[in-house]
């Protein structure tokens, strides 16, 4: 159980288009959905948190007109990059919280953007 | 401010035992995560301590002390596809998780 997705899995634009990425918890109902990314050889970045039919919070730093969050539903949140440029190239990990007790995040596979 | 430390790169030898530590400071404590990550790959759960002491699971096991913020992660019977970083989280007073930079395990034949 416990199950999160992401689509797609990789991703080549090019400069000024923008790419959505989903994020499914696929066996339950996620209460909050979180977004990170990741630059090689470096920890997590949390972006922006998410709950469902609420805004997200987007993290110091993280333009949050940029970075779109939906969290439409308990199993779906998407991030959109808007107008996305090559510095915006990264690991994009989600993950989702809504278990059990002890909020524990579980997360899908991630998505690898290129913007050329 | 919030801190969490680990070691950047540990080696170690296949069968070996492994121990990564992690010391942190944050706004309150929800428990810590220790979790799994190899190149290219999102991160796959561990292990979760949020009393003291040592849980364990199979070949690893994890070892928490609150009073003086420290974990570690024990890895036992060392395989090569252990090779890999693992991240120590901890959750905040929000539950967020604060994350450290990970340790990257390197296992030698």
């Known amino acids: 159980g416990a199950v999160v997705s992401q689509h797609p899995s990789r991703v080549i634009c090019k400069s000024g288009t923008s790419v959505k990425i989903e994020c499914r918890s696929l066996d339950f109902q996620a209460t909050t959905m979180f977004w990170y990314r990741q630059f090689p050889k470096k920890s997590l970045m949390l972006m922006a948190t998410?709950?469902?039919?609420?805004?997200?919070?987007?993290e110091q730093g993280v333009e949050k007109d940029k970075f779109l969050i939906n969290h439409a539903s308990l199993t779906l949140s998407t991030l959109t990059v808007t107008s996305a440029h090559p510095e915006d190239s990264s690991f994009y990990i989600c993950?989702?919280?809504?278990?059990?007790?002890?909020?524990?995040?579980?997360f899908g596979p991630g998505t690898r953007l290129t913007v050329l | 401010g919030q801190n969490i430390d680990q070691p950047t790169e540990m080696t170690a030898t296949e069968g070996a035992i492994v121990q990564i530590n992690c010391t942190y400071q944050t706004s309150g404590f929800n428990g810590l995560f220790w979790y799994q990550q190899h190149a290219g790959e999102a991160p796959t759960f561990l292990s979760y301590n949020v009393l003291d002491g040592l849980e364990e699971k199979g070949r690893f096991s994890s070892f928490l002390s609150r009073s003086k913020g420290y974990s570690y992660l024990l890895l036992k019977e060392l395989q090569m596809k252990d090779s890999a970083s693992y991240l120590c989280a901890v959750q905040d007073s929000n539950y967020q998780l604060i994350w450290g930079a990970g340790t990257k395990l390197i296992i030698k034949p």
């Open positions: 998410s709950n469902e039919g609420s805004k997200a919070t987007y």
């Open positions: 993950s989702a919280a809504g278990v059990n007790s002890y909020n524990e995040q579980f």
